[in-house]
């Protein structure tokens, strides 16, 4: 069927909005027509074409949401009709999808970031030319995408599905690293560097497993007063104050936990140092493949340590409902840092997004 995409043709480019070809189902897959589709910085960092996995021409696109318009043979837990978030794909049966762990599924690489299917195919075509798809399992940046079943998630048709997109990719990995991954003790303390929809996320699941000091770090006053909106305790303005110290000085010697979400080296040796023993920080910021960190291994072996964290750890088929019932209920105001763009401004879109500016997290109106 023919779908209005915009297409990235190569690293750095604008974004093209055309006409392309999208093949029907094949067994296990749905067709889906997206409503909306969150932007997110992962989108923007394979378009500048740092990621080595970079593939061009591509589409582009991971916080999609809408509406089941076909399914192939084999699907039984979504119809014709459901609301839809989409979400990355897995294989389902290796060792780490049987734990619930599809973010870590061994054929994570080659299901979502070649831009094709196992066997090589792709589902996307332009002009008779093969177009690489599926991006995160996805390429949302599309009016109809085809998505295969492990990252087609069915939530309530009485929530507004357009605000429902970034909870496949934002709100899964700030909410489910602190929640998943961290798992913090009621009354503990926590550090979270980077204001964006994945720290105020964590600072919403910190604020949900009952932390008692919540400290958001940025460096953009608006983004630490939404922080404070949203349920952190204390914030610092990593321009003006040395964040390290004031985190020691606000938890009496230290943060219990700690998420870095902006993949800045210097920043990653704050996210550690900052942590009073025995102390976890999860790492969920993306750093340009080749980059090393230089660790004080003194402060490391006295109890600190660092993980890295992939899309909060979820088992995203029963955590995005979840997700949503938190957000009917209240729990979950990331709404209030939502931004609409028409889909024909998406270029506007995946800049703001990409900086550190006013706008936290842009939605797209598909037409
Ligand atoms: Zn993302
Ligand atoms: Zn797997």
């Known amino acids: 069927m023919k779908s209005r995409a915009a297409v990235a043709f190569g690293p750095g480019k604008p974004l093209e909005i055309v006409e392309i070809d999208v093949e029907p189902p094949r067994k296990g897959e749905v067709l889906i027509k997206i409503t909306n589709t969150g932007v997110c910085h992962t989108d923007a960092f394979t378009l500048s074409g740092e990621d080595p996995e970079g593939i061009f021409p591509v589409v582009l696109g991971h916080e999609?949401?809408?509406?089941?318009?076909?399914?192939?043979?084999?699907?039984?837990?979504?119809?014709?009709?459901?609301?839809?978030?989409?979400?990355g794909d897995s294989c389902g049966h290796c060792s780490n999808c049987h734990q619930g762990l599809p973010f870590y599924c061994k054929e994570f690489a080659e299901r979502n970031l070649t831009g094709q299917r196992v066997d090589g195919?792709?589902?996307?075509?332009?002009?008779?030319?093969?177009?690489?798809?599926?991006?995160?399992?996805?390429?949302?940046?599309?009016?109809?995408?085809?998505?295969?079943?492990?990252?087609?998630?069915k939530v309530p048709k009485d929530l507004p599905l357009e605000l429902l997109g970034p909870l496949g990719c934002g709100l899964t990995t700030g909410v489910g690293t602190v929640m998943n991954a961290l798992k913090?003790?009621?009354?503990?303390s926590i550090a979270i560097f980077g204001a964006g929809t994945v720290g105020l996320s964590a600072a919403m699941g910190a604020r949900l497993t009952g932390c008692e000091k919540i400290i958001v770090i940025?460096?953009?006053?608006?983004?630490?007063?939404?922080?404070?909106?949203?349920?952190?305790?204390?914030?610092?303005?990593?321009?003006?104050?040395?964040?390290?110290?004031?985190?020691?000085?606000?938890?009496?010697?230290?943060?219990?936990?700690?998420?870095?979400?902006?993949?800045?080296?210097?920043?990653?040796?704050?996210?550690?140092n900052c942590l009073t023993p025995p102390g976890w920080c999860a790492q969920v910021g993306v750093t340009p493949s080749?980059?090393?960190?230089?660790?004080?291994?003194?402060?490391?072996?006295?109890?600190?340590?660092?993980?890295?964290?992939?899309?909060?750890?979820?088992?995203?088929?029963n955590f995005v409902p979840y997700l949503a019932e938190l957000f009917r209920a209240g729990r979950l105001p990331y709404?209030?840092?939502?931004?609409?763009?028409?889909?024909a401004d998406i270029n506007q879109a995946v800049h703001d997004s990409a900086g550190t500016g006013e706008v936290i997290k842009p939605i797209l109106r598909m037409p």
């Open 64 to 87: 999609g949401a809408g509406v089941v318009e076909e399914v192939g043979d084999a699907i039984t837990h979504v119809q014709v009709g459901d609301h839809v978030v989409l979400c």
């Open 121 to 153: 195919s792709t589902c996307l075509s332009c002009n008779g030319e093969e177009m690489r798809g599926r991006f995160v399992g996805q390429s949302s940046f599309s009016t109809n995408v085809i998505a295969s079943a492990p990252g087609v998630i």
């Open 184 to 188: 913090p003790q009621p009354g503990s």
């Open 218 to 272: 940025d460096v953009n006053p608006s983004r630490l007063e939404m922080a404070l909106e949203i349920g952190a305790t204390e914030t610092i303005n990593a321009n003006e104050e040395d964040a390290v110290e004031k985190i020691q000085s606000l938890c009496n010697g230290g943060a219990n936990y700690s998420v870095e979400c902006t993949g800045v080296p210097e920043v990653v040796i704050q996210a550690v």
């Open 290 to 317: 080749g980059i090393t960190v230089p660790l004080e291994m003194d402060q490391v072996v006295f109890g600190r340590g660092i993980r890295g964290v992939v899309m909060g750890e979820a088992n995203v088929q």
């Open 335 to 343: 709404d209030r840092f939502v931004k609409f763009y028409d889909f």
